[in-house]
């Protein structure tokens, strides 16, 4: 039985709890928050788990296996790094650190261990993201010539992060699972349209080895919330909708074909090809709880993690060039891989 504590019960932690809850093998002992009011209703839903507001009452429990990550960015580091000290298992909220320096240490210390660490990278645990990531690697989209997003809404503000640690960063994870190709380069650029708050509008282009290029839009002053995401691939081409109910996912046999004219000196032309849309049927599982239940076979079966901490590390990394970009009003920033 994998024993886990929960560090954060605001926005995002009564989800991790149910899924947690639900797991097999698993059972959670504690919940930390900063406010008893925010804990009180868990004694009499969860009448079986610890809650406190000391985060030494869950590292000090020899019971806790796992410790659990929600609270905000500027956090991460130092909780996650006390509870690897302590000898625990980590999954975190993404993004995994606010600097590449703190994530490198994170991964140093997991690995000097022998610990897991993940990032919950929620979007990869989709049976849409996984469903596309299957498309790809057998081919049926042909070499991904670029990615298009839109991850737009209205709010919710942070004050910690701006909007592309907040929005971008669900892409830039989504691209590493998808891609094999890695950033080269990033441009950014941003404004902060509210007073003495983050960058809430952010235009972000990655430029790749291969022949792709990705850009990603996020706001959080949209009227509308949108959610969407365009592969075009060199034999077919994709819509990922998060919102859509039913059909997530939609392929159109659409695109170009390339043909060179015998005549010397002519212009190579250009056919388009205008063939059928098919959407494939997903599962329904939820991607938390595929998400919990990966973290707890990654620790029983000391099995590296799919969102894992070095996957979280390339994320800051995109994250911070990107800031960097931003600052120097879209400046091309190079990604060393080093």
């Not at 892409?171 to 003495?196: E, Q």
């Not at 015998?262 to 959407?279: C, I």
Request: hydrophobic share 40%.
């Amino acid at each position: 039985m994998i024993g886990i504590g929960l560090i954060g019960y605001g926005y995002w932690g009564p989800n991790l709890m149910r899924n947690f809850s639900r797991q097999d093998g698993c059972k959670v002992h504690w919940v930390v928050g900063r406010r008893e009011s925010r804990l009180d209703p868990l004694r009499s839903q969860y009448p079986g788990v610890k809650v406190s507001t000391h985060f030494d009452d869950v590292v000090t429990d020899q019971s806790v296996d796992a410790v659990v990550i929600a609270t905000p960015v500027l956090s991460h580091y130092p909780l996650a790094l006390r509870a690897l000290e302590a000898g625990k298992h980590v999954l975190v909220e993404k993004p995994m650190t606010s600097t590449v320096d703190e994530g490198q240490r994170l991964v140093d210390e997991a690995k000097r261990r022998g610990l897991v660490l993940m990032v919950d990278h929620t979007f990869v645990y989709t049976p849409a993201v996984r469903r596309i990531r299957d498309l790809i690697q057998h081919g049926q989209i042909g070499d991904v010539l670029y990615y298009d997003s839109t991850r737009i809404n209205l709010g919710l503000f942070q004050n910690d992060v701006n909007v592309l640690w907040d929005l971008a960063a669900h892409d830039l994870s989504i691209l590493d699972y998808l891609i094999d190709d890695v950033p080269t380069a990033v441009s950014a650029v941003g404004k902060c349209l509210v007073p003495n708050a983050p960058e809430s509008i952010a235009y972000l282009t990655l430029f790749f080895g291969g022949p792709a290029i990705a850009h990603i839009n996020v706001n959080w002053l949209a009227p509308v919330k949108t959610r969407r995401v365009i592969i075009g691939g060199s034999r077919k081409m994709l819509v990922y909708d998060e919102l859509e109910p039913s059909e997530k996912i939609k392929i159109y046999d659409k695109g170009i074909d390339m043909v060179e004219t015998p005549e010397e000196g002519q212009m190579t032309r250009v056919n388009y090809r205008v063939g059928d849309m098919w959407a494939p049927a997903l599962d329904s599982t939820e991607a938390l709880h595929a998400m919990a239940a990966h973290f707890l076979d990654c620790i029983r079966n000391r099995k590296p993690a799919e969102t894992s901490g070095e996957m979280g590390l390339r994320v800051v990394k995109l994250l911070e060039a990107a800031n960097r970009s931003m600052r120097q009003n879209g400046q091309s920033i190079n990604i060393s891989h080093s």
